[in-house]
T-cell receptor, first 111, second 119 residues
Framework: KQEVTQIPAALSVPEGENLVLNCSFTDSAIYNLQWFRQDPGKGLTSLLLIQSSQREQTSGRLNASLDKSSGRSTLYIAASQPGDSATYLCAVANSGYALNFGKGTSLLVTP | GAVVSQHPSRVICKSGTSVKIECRSLDFQATTMFWYRQFPKQSLMLMATSNEGSKATYEQGVEKDKFLINHASLTLSTLTVTSAHPEDSSFYIC???????????????FGQGTRLTVV
């Protein structure tokens, strides 16, 4: 059974810092990996999708990498802003396309 | 990107009553929809996989008679929580995959979620 772990569980940084969120998974036979953002009491916003054949994806200040063989992914956020404060979820798709989620990293960016 | 609409966003119901949650794909056809549940400070956990025109597949530990799933069309799946109890209070969210994108590794699109509170 796929297990997804996210480190750290919580992170607080001052505005402007670059930061890295980590995700690891136990079964490397994945179809893809997605990073999501979840605001309190809200649904999920897809940030980046990395196919199993890809190594990284970039969108604006976000960059996600994937090392399938080692079962790791990182989400890099450049020049963090208070509006980036949210919970970031890593999710992995195996066969059947359902997603296995980590517990998330709760990010607080202080002004 | 594709849009998935989930309704209602919040519902409060009395213990013992049933609640229906709808999940619609607005601009694409979804052969498969997924239902997840999230308890406070926990990760989203898959409850069931819903395939259009066939019975849903439930994950271990999820009661199929309590959580009724109907996927009668390519754009609509419903989750009915029957005889709800306070321990069913949770955040329920659906996801759909675009039937038209046949290659593996397609993106999952999520609804806004439903906050269910059973009193």
């Amino acid at each position: 059974k796929q297990e997804v772990t996210q480190i750290p569980a919580a992170l607080s940084v001052p505005e402007g810092e670059n930061l890295v969120l980590n995700c690891s998974f136990t079964d490397s036979a994945i179809y893809n990996l997605q990073w999501f953002r979840q605001d309190p009491g809200k649904g999920l916003t897809s940030l980046l999708l990395i196919q199993s054949s890809q190594r990284e994806q970039t969108s604006g200040r976000l960059n996600a990498s994937l090392d399938k063989s080692s079962g790791r992914s990182t989400l890099y956020i450049a020049a963090s802003q208070p509006g980036d404060s949210a919970t970031y979820l890593c999710a992995v798709a195996n066969s059947g396309y359902a997603l296995n989620f980590g517990k998330g990293t709760s990010l607080l960016v202080t002004p | 990107g594709a849009v998935v609409s989930q309704h209602p966003s919040r519902v409060i119901c009395k213990s013992g009553t049933s609640v229906k949650i709808e999940c619609r794909s607005l601009d694409f056809q979804a052969t498969t929809m997924f239902w997840y549940r999230q308890f406070p400070k926990q990760s989203l956990m898959l409850m069931a996989t819903s395939n259009e025109g066939s019975k849903a597949t439930y994950e271990q530990g999820v009661e199929k008679d309590k959580f009724l799933i109907n996927h009668a069309s390519l754009t609509l799946s419903t989750l009915t929580v029957t005889s709800a109890h306070p321990e069913d209070s949770s955040f329920y969210i659906c996801s759909a995959r675009d039937k038209g994108r046949v290659i593996v590794g397609t993106e999952a699109f999520f609804g806004q979620g439903t906050r269910l509170t059973v009193v």
